[in-house]
């Protein structure tokens, strides 16, 4: 749909309304849905987001008219990049943005830029994986375990180490991809690396040096999303992380090879969250209320009835202003499977999640996985204390807005209890957490411990 036909559908809504106030029909009976929370004290938004199939939620809240149920008049714009993403919710061109669990933390401790951002709702679980060329790939298999003819999985980095060495051996750098230095995807295919023996490298931003290069094994550098598959065949990069559907995409085009999901990496790990401007949630709390309820329906239609609604998902999303990719590709990973290896199509039901295990919740232990990550590699120079991670996850994460938003989406029927935490009880913090690919289990509630259980990693010294 054109940003010419958003606008007329937009403007046949307004006309709607004012003719229900006009015969003396308030606005209430019209929406149906403004029992609590006042009128939105800014109904016209604009919300960025990156050609990726997690920002979904966006795309179905609108084409379903959630937002419009809310009283907000929604223009989704895609961004080229995250910085630009970042900067247009920074300077107020963007309202609110599909953002990466990182950049609202990397912005308010200041690295790369300062800024007040927060995030009342994370937007899904999962759906990134790791790709690699088909020459590496090829090189990678002889390393690899096989039982009864087929591939081990999860696959280990421990296989492509012999691999890198070979190209550190004869002076050659291993060029990888991730898509932003404090992106999910980044800290991701570091964790790969390291638990496989690769070291990819750290920062040293109080040495003047953002690279991420520093005593690194495989240097990995910035790719936007949907450039991934080209730079991959242009043999600049060597392999990439990155959501879908760019790893199906290289599948698609028989130039590489996804090795492994974020889903074996760490499972159901959070991803993608909603920004805002802290500023935007003081000034505009009717608002986010209401943002935050048209979007949590949108996760709960992706997931509900086992993912009945996915087939349509993907026909919504391979629209030129969505993702813009072939439907095919697209459902290779939406739909509960994942091919690896070209016809090796494997059922990975909880590839994505949107809903379901409490995706939504924004937990301060998420926030505190991110920041431990940031630590580990150095972009966080200096070690910090477990109360500076505790504090710090509680200024970015704001689920006081999360549960003003479900408590009326339960009062309206529209959602029930059951599909939410318990807010009487809830803590913010997960259970410990051991799914990860080297079983190193995670506390949030413990983040120094959590550091020095890590091998490869800063802990309590400084480059």
């Given amino acids: 749909m054109s940003s010419v036909l958003k606008a007329t559908k937009h403007q046949l809504t307004r006309c709607l309304q004012a003719a229900s106030l006009a015969i003396g029909t308030s606005v209430i009976m019209v929406t149906g849905t403004q029992a609590e929370t006042g009128w939105p004290e800014k109904e016209d938004l604009t919300i960025g987001f990156i050609k990726l199939t997690d920002m979904a939620p966006l795309a179905i809240a609108y084409e379903k008219g959630y937002f419009e149920d809310e009283g907000l008049y929604v223009t989704l714009e895609a961004q080229a990049n995250w910085r630009v993403l970042l900067d247009g919710v920074i300077d107020g061109r963007l309202d609110a943005a599909h953002m990466l669990a990182g950049q609202p ?13 927060v995030t009342p709702l994370s937007l899904d679980l999962n759906g ?56 999910t995807h980044n800290y991701e295919l570091r964790y790969w ?29 910035v790719t936007p999303p949907p450039q991934m598959p080209a730079t991959l065949d242009a043999g600049t990069i060597l392999g990439y992380s990155v959501g879908e559907p760019w790893n199906q995409q290289a599948i698609y085009r028989d130039i590489g090879v996804p090795v492994i999901t974020d889903y ?43 993912n009945a609604n996915r087939e349509e998902a993907v026909n919504i999303l391979s629209r030129s202003e969505y993702v813009g990719a072939d439907e095919e590709v697209i459902g290779n990973s939406m739909t509960g499977t994942f091919e690896y290896q070209k016809g090796e199509v494997l059922e ?37 204390s477990d109360e500076w991670y505790f504090d710090t996850a509680k200024k970015v994460y704001r689920p006081d807005v999360y549960e003003l938003a479900a408590e009326e989406l339960i009062a309206e029927g529209l959602m029930s209890a059951e599909d939410f935490p318990n807010f009487d009880t809830e803590s913010g913090y997960r259970p410990v957490q051991d799914d990860f690919l080297d079983g190193i289990p995670y506390d949030g509630s413990k983040p120094n411990a959590y550091l020095e259980s890590l091998d490869i990693g800063l802990k309590d010294e400084t480059l």
């Fill in 105 to 117: 933390l990397a912005a308010t401790i200041g690295y790369g830029t300062q800024a007040d951002i």
């Fill in 128 to 183: 990134n994986a790791i790709t690699v060329s088909n020459d590496i790939w090829d090189a990678m298999l002889e390393h690899i375990p096989t039982e009864d003819g087929e591939i081990v999985r999860p696959v280990s980095a421990s296989s492509l180490k012999p691999v890198v060495e070979e190209y550190k051996a004869a002076g050659t750098p291993f060029n990888m991809g991730m898509v932003f230095p404090v992106s």
């Fill in 193 to 221: 690396l390291a638990a496989g023996g690769i070291h990819p490298g750290y920062y040293a931003p109080h040495l003047g040096d953002i690279s991420g290069m520093r005593q690194a094994d495989a240097l990995l550098s």
């Fill in 264 to 306: 074996e990496i760490w499972k159901n790990n959070p991803e993608k969250v909603l920004g805002l401007t802290a500023s935007f949630i003081e000034e505009n709390p009717n608002t986010s209320v209401r943002l935050v309820k048209a979007v949590l329906r949108a996760n709960k239609w992706l997931d509900d009835n086992n």
């Fill in 348 to 384: 990975v039901p909880d590839f994505n999640v949107f809903f379901r295990y409490n995706a939504t919740y924004p937990y301060y232990s998420d926030a505190i996985w991110y920041l431990t990550q940031m630590r580990r590699w150095g972009q966080i120079s200096e070690p910090k």
